[in-house]
């Protein structure tokens, strides 16, 4: 393999440069080299979380979302105690609360069940995507700030980066034209990092999307992470087959193990980078923690979609990290 010298800190043109012109094995070379000198070579972490989906009902409408297919419910108050509780006996660090954009939910729902999953059950909730946070705030007519307040004091300990996809305005006129502009969602997130909700990025790729606007989604990022440093993580992601009126393209493997090692180059100021085993499988998960991944991201108690790639227990994820050459260290849903 001829060797490249690599800059630490890539511009967009010098990210866009090895996208098409390295082969994926010198990307994953040089991303687990960096990997390697952030977290060194022995770990892998991992977390459990429980995700609880309180409502299906949106009023968003993202053409990829399989929401819309779907009995639309929202999740009593008992409900959601009920299915904490059962996480809670299955070890889970944490709870990720997240639903549609739904704004018949008095804000005193989400305040409540805050209160009970953290206060009373003692979880740590990553919850909300930005464009949840943004309806909330506006239709309680109160500022963004005063609603990141009340949430943080209620229980919400995190947020994360839900509903970002890929940013640029080609895609969102292709993926969901009514979710929040780029510039709208970096400035939720940017008030919630202020407010210290830190939390996770991510992008999601498998549709229309160009090199250059995977480049200009993970600049967004990048430049929010040097305003606030709020970002502990970034989770590449490919779409999943939800529903039939969404066209989604094979992302091949070589690619996807590319977009992770360009991930880990470009963002010198994000910590983590996580490989989701249960969206990309078990043997590409391996590979990524050789690309520049250093966490599998979650146990995943319950997840219906994609349930048959997860890793299913505790058990199974230490003894995947541990096949894949790496100790397994258990973090919390936080870092
Ligand atoms: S905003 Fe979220 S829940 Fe609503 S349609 Fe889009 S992806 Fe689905």
């Not at 005193?108 to 009373?120: A, D, M, P, R, T």
């Not at 997860?310 to 258990?330: H, K, Q, T």
Request: aromatic share 8%.
């Amino acid at each position: 393999m001829r060797k490249r010298n690599l800059p630490q800190s890539l511009n967009k043109s010098e990210a866009l440069k090895l996208w098409k012109n390295c082969s994926w094995t010198e990307l994953a070379a040089a991303a687990h080299k960096m990997r390697v000198e952030i977290h060194g070579k022995k770990n892998v972490s991992y977390t459990v979380f429980r995700i609880i989906n309180y409502t299906n009902v949106c009023k968003i409408g993202c053409s990829f979302c399989s929401f819309k297919k779907m009995q639309p419910y929202v999740l009593s108050i008992d409900e959601i105690v009920s299915l904490a509780r059962t996480a809670k006996k299955q070890g889970a660090n944490g709870i990720f609360f997240q639903g549609g954009v739904n704004p018949n939910i008095p804000l005193g729902y989400y305040l409540e069940v805050l209160e009970l999953l953290n206060k009373k059950l003692k979880f740590p909730v990553r919850g909300f995507s930005p464009v949840e946070l943004f309806h909330i705030a506006k239709n309680n007519k109160i500022p963004l700030p005063e609603l990141l307040q009340k949430l943080k004091a209620a229980g919400l300990s995190s947020v994360p980066g839900a509903g970002a996809e890929i940013m640029t305005a080609k895609m969102r006129r292709i993926l969901s034209p009514k979710k929040l502009s780029a510039k709208e969602w970096c400035c939720v997130m940017e008030e919630c990092h202020k407010q210290g909700l830190k939390g996770s990025a991510n992008i999601v790729v498998g549709s229309s999307e160009s090199p250059e606007d995977i480049i200009e989604h993970l600049n967004y990022i990048r430049e929010v992470q040097n305003k606030t440093g709020g970002f502990q993580s970034f989770i590449p992601w490919v779409f999943q087959p939800q529903t039939d009126d969404f066209p989604i393209r094979h992302v091949r493997s070589d690619e996807y193990i590319k977009l992770v090692a360009l991930c880990r180059l470009f963002f010198h100021n994000i910590p983590s980078i996580e490989v989701s085993v249960l969206g990309m499988g078990k043997v590409l998960g391996e590979l990524a923690l050789y690309a520049g991944a250093n966490d599998i991201s979650s146990v995943v108690l319950e997840e219906r979609v994609m349930r048959s790639y997860g890793i299913a227990s505790i058990e199974e994820a230490e003894e995947f990290i541990r096949n894949a050459g790496f100790n397994a260290v258990r973090r919390g849903i936080n870092y």
